[in-house]
């Protein structure tokens, strides 16, 4: 699952999963309820998938499978909830969650865009201001409109190649390339981290919940994350497990999973509250995480404005500085 995905994308599954929750609640088989969301979509933008998953489960494919075959609309952690629902027979429960899980989701962003909309205008203001006093100096209009338009181009491109380069279907060496960078990145790292144990927490607990097998939960949640790096941490625990490690002292051995976040999973597992505890961390891991996103967009234009504000300060400083010596030198002959 892309950590970043579009408010949009997340209100069309919420209306879809929502749809499916009441119709599988009041009783309709699932075929019909399919075909009725597929004649009569709460979006049109959701015909699609509602024919899609039908067309598959006649053709023999799992609930699962036919979700997964939707070419990356439904995201690994939706996935991995739809096949804990479809394993334990309570796929409106799983919808039910789902639709809570993607409304959250496209609120916490439409926040994180309203709030990020000031300091961005700011940033394309003063990416035109700081080719001004070149500007002032030589008059040349294309060199003005290079390193300003020009800026923001590349701007949009670098913000483009790294929507692209964390997308799921990337190669694996790829995302975690990516992901090594960003996660470095202040503030930003940090809301990705907590994003992706957020997904974690969340998958695991349905997961478990519905009596799948805690060696086969863990890869699951690890793939519905959105870490390369969790996934590939995990991946090297089925011999722990098998031998009798619990998961508890792996995550605390591991050096991936916050000191809270570890005490909490072993205090579950000890306590028996181990699908409480885990809903309590997949909650405040993404209520952190979205804080930490709507830090970012707040702070990082305004800092680099701020940067600009001052570089502008120095030009204009050694502009009348040159001017000043022009004058003594005219005062002096």
Request: glycine share 8%; net charge neutral; with cysteine.
């Amino acid at each position: 699952m892309n950590a970043f995905s579009a408010p949009a994308g997340s209100r069309h599954r919420a209306l879809f999963y929502h749809q499916l929750s009441a119709l599988l609640e009041a009783g309709l088989p699932l075929f019909t309820t399919l075909d009725q969301l597929a004649r009569h979509p709460p979006a049109a933008e959701l015909r699609h998938p509602a024919e899609s998953i039908l067309a598959g489960l006649r053709s023999g494919q799992t609930f699962t499978e036919s979700f997964r075959a939707l070419s990356g609309w439904a995201p690994e952690f939706d996935i991995a909830l739809i096949q804990a629902g479809e394993h334990s027979g309570r796929l409106d429960q799983a919808f039910s969650v789902l639709a809570r899980h993607h409304e959250a989701q496209a609120a916490n962003w439409q926040i994180v865009a309203q709030e990020a909309a000031y300091p961005m205008l700011v940033l394309h203001v003063a990416v035109f201001i700081v080719p001004l006093p070149l500007f002032v100096r030589t008059g040349s209009v294309s060199q003005y409109l290079i390193q300003s338009v020009g800026t923001l181009l590349v701007g949009y491109l670098v913000v483009a190649f790294v929507m692209w380069a964390t997308r799921p279907s990337r190669p694996e060496t790829w995302r975690g390339w990516v992901e090594r960078i960003l996660v470095r990145v202040p503030i930003l790292g940090a809301a990705r981290s907590d994003l992706a144990l957020a997904r974690l927490a969340g998958s695991l607990e349905a997961l478990l919940s519905a009596g799948v097998l805690v060696t086969e939960a863990w890869p699951m949640a690890a793939r519905a994350s959105g870490s390369n790096l969790m996934e590939r941490t995990i991946a090297t625990w089925g011999e722990p497990l098998a031998s009798g490690v619990t998961p508890s002292e792996l995550v605390q051995s591991c050096g991936l999973f916050p000191v809270s976040f570890a005490s909490a999973y072993a205090s579950g597992e000890i306590s028996g509250k181990l699908e409480e505890q885990l809903r309590r961390l997949a909650r405040t891991h993404e209520e952190e995480g979205f804080r930490n996103l709507r830090l970012f967009s707040q702070w990082s234009p305004r800092v680099f404005y701020g940067l600009v504000s001052i570089w502008i300060a120095f030009q204009i400083l050694a502009l009348a500085g040159g001017y000043v010596s022009t004058l003594n030198e005219l005062l002096g002959e």
